[in-house]
């Protein structure tokens, strides 16, 4: 079996579609497959699936069937940003949308937590990636309570039923999605405390990344393991085989990249797609205006 078979069997222990039996202690952030890879090894591989994504992508944006929605989650230098730039670069970026959401504005906050989610949710035929998402009100809320007094929500909040509620509303919208022909895919880039301490440090030691580092990292940390707890629980109660979570362990940088394009090319790959064929009267038409091209030939 050649290194990609033994990379794309390697995935399905990340993949989680049963919440009842999530245990987030059990996934390891340093694993790397145990598949022998070295980082150049990687670099190889990765450039491989690459040409087969651009493949598959071309054939969804042809077909205008389906469309797939990438939520990517985590702690902070997780490595969000650098995941979409390395595993999405060389597609056609007139198929690719990139929403990041950031903290909501006044307006936002006039609408439910879903509503601008469900606008930035892909058309048909494209892929939407999601840089944090509709669970930061799951993970972020939760860790903060104080953030729900600006929401203008009726009831009591903050309680049991309260949160109970926010994971069935995300488990719905992502059911409707998928029924309506998304594929929901959604990336915990998993990492450790220490991992993100030396990212942290690398962004301080280092003059040219420094305007990555934000005080707001630093206040974060010390809810390391309140965020833990959310993810936990926002995993266990929104995984399901239709939009499943795929816990990445991230401590490798160049392996969570192939985790997330290797889970992105087995979902494209189960569309079964191919390219479209016209229908008789329109090949007619395409052949006709071939003969009249070849015959401008001098």
């Known amino acids: 079996m050649n290194k990609l078979a033994k990379f794309l069997r390697a995935l399905d222990s990340y993949h989680v579609t049963d919440g009842d039996k999530f245990d987030l202690s059990k996934f390891n952030p340093d694993d790397d497959g145990n598949l022998g890879l070295t980082k150049e090894d990687g670099a190889k591989l990765l450039k491989t699936v690459k040409e087969q994504l651009q493949e598959l992508q071309d054939l969804l944006y042809a077909n205008q069937t389906s469309s797939m929605l990438i939520i990517l989650q985590g702690m902070d230098a997780a490595g969000k940003d650098g995941t979409i730039k390395h595993v999405m670069s060389g597609v056609n970026p007139q198929g690719v949308t990139v929403t990041s959401f950031k903290q909501p504005g006044p307006a936002e906050l006039q609408h439910g937590f879903l509503w601008r989610i469900h606008a930035a949710a892909p058309q048909v035929g494209r892929i939407a990636i999601f840089n944090r998402s509709q669970y930061e009100d799951v993970l972020v809320t939760r860790v903060h309570p104080e953030i729900l007094d600006h929401e203008h929500l009726p009831g009591p909040i903050n309680t049991p039923e309260f949160w109970k509620g926010r994971y069935s509303d995300i488990r719905h919208l992502e059911h409707y999605l998928n029924r309506q022909g998304t594929i929901v895919l959604k990336f915990f880039l998993h990492i450790s405390r220490e991992e993100q301490r030396q990212r942290l440090l690398e962004r301080l030691d280092v003059p040219e990344k420094r305007w990555k580092f934000s005080p707001s990292d630093m ?27 795929i816990v990445v362990p991230s401590n490798h940088k160049w392996y969570a990249r192939l985790v997330v394009i290797g889970a992105i090319i087995r979902a494209l790959k189960g569309l079964n797609q191919t390219a479209p064929k016209p229908d008789p009267e329109v090949s007619k038409s395409l052949d006709d205006y071939r003969a009249r091209l070849m015959a401008e030939k001098k």
């Open 219 to 245: 206040h974060e940390r010390e809810y390391w393991d309140d965020y833990t707890k959310a993810y936990q629980d926002a995993i266990a109660e929104t995984a399901r085989p239709h939009a499943p979570w």
